[in-house]
């Protein structure tokens, strides 16, 4: 058996609270509350949010966490503070129909910050929030949001859980992080854990067509074109009709067994 798994949505199938065989605060298939955290609004939704829509569908919940309105991205005939609303309202709207939450911290897109205010506002959030599972980006990016955003994430997290660290909330650890499969972030991305979106495959279009940038109205990359059929290629790989895939943290893939 190699490393990856392989993650149905319903059943007696492993679920992705509960992988690879390290301590979890749910029971197997019980599904739980997934925080995903994005440098900018369309990262969240284009790579974490059928993961968020999938355990939706199954009973828990999600929460989609924007550090930025991804304003910066604005087209040439839209000033940038009415594309941050209108980004706002797309993430809104879209959060809606799966289900989700949507949380935003508003710094300023293409300048996100990592220092311990950063990390510490992320940490507060999972303190409140309380997610199982937390999801955002890998390392290797060109995007220096978006390289921040998993240094403050990782600090956030560490933060969180540490019992001694007094803040409004008590301390809360999250047993699983993944990272999303993103355009931007390639550089030694490597998949580990595919999960069977098939039930919210539609949904999840749907909500990501409530942004210009997945129309193509903002800029050259086909976003719909590349996401849509990414879900196709990697249902290819896992053995279901569309299918998300995740890189677990090097910290959850160890497995300690009696014997082999
Ligand atoms: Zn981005």
Same mark, same amino acid.
């Given at each position: ?18 992988l ?8 197997p298939g019980?599904? #739980? =509350?997934?925080?995903?955290? &994005?440098? /900018?609004?369309?990262?969240g ?7 968020? &829509?999938?355990?939706?569908?199954? #009973? ?11 304003? =910066?991205g604005?087209? =040439?005939?839209?000033? !940038? ?6 980004q ?5 709207? &879209? ?15 293409? *300048?996100?910050?990592?220092? %311990? %205010? ?9 303190? *409140?929030?309380?997610?199982?599972? !937390? ?7 060109? /995007? ?17 859980? $540490? ?6 909330r008590? &301390?809360?650890? !999250? ?6 499969? +993103?355009? *931007? ?14 039930? !919210? ?13 997945w129309?193509?109205?903002? #800029?050259?990359?086909?976003?719909n074109?590349y ?6 290629m990697?249902?290819? $790989?896992a ?9 677990s943290?090097? +910290? ?7 014997? $082999?």
């Amino acid at each position: 058996m190699d490393r990856r798994s392989f993650i149905q949505t319903a059943g007696n199938v492993a679920a992705l609270s509960v992988l690879h065989g390290t301590a979890s605060p749910l029971a197997p298939g019980t599904p #739980g =509350k997934i925080l995903a955290i &994005a440098a /900018h609004p369309g990262d969240g939704m284009f790579t974490m949010g059928a993961t968020l &829509a999938q355990q939706i569908e199954r #009973g828990g919940s999600g929460v989609l966490l924007s550090l930025s309105l991804g304003e =910066k991205g604005a087209p =040439k005939d839209i000033p !940038v503070q009415q594309y941050g609303e209108m980004q706002r309202a797309a993430t809104e709207k &879209a959060a809606h129909l799966l289900g989700a939450e949507a949380m935003f911290l508003s710094y300023p897109d293409a *300048e996100i910050p990592f220092n %311990e %205010e950063s990390s510490l506002r992320v940490c507060d959030v999972v303190r *409140e929030q309380k997610p199982e599972i !937390v999801v955002t980006h890998w390392s290797g990016s060109w /995007h220096k949001d978006h390289q921040n955003c998993h240094l403050i994430v990782r600090d956030g997290l560490f933060y969180a859980g $540490l019992q001694t660290l007094q803040r409004s909330r008590p &301390a809360h650890p !999250v047993s699983k992080l993944f990272y999303a499969d +993103n355009w *931007e972030d390639a550089s030694n991305f490597t998949p580990d854990t595919y999960l069977n979106i098939d039930a !919210v495959y539609e949904k999840w279009l749907q909500s990501c067509d409530f942004y210009p940038m997945w129309r193509g109205q903002t #800029g050259f990359f086909r976003y719909n074109d590349y996401y849509s059929s990414l879900a196709i290629m990697r249902g290819c $790989l896992a053995g279901f009709k569309k299918a998300v895939a995740l890189m677990s943290d090097s +910290n959850q893939r160890t497995d300690r067994l009696q014997s $082999l």
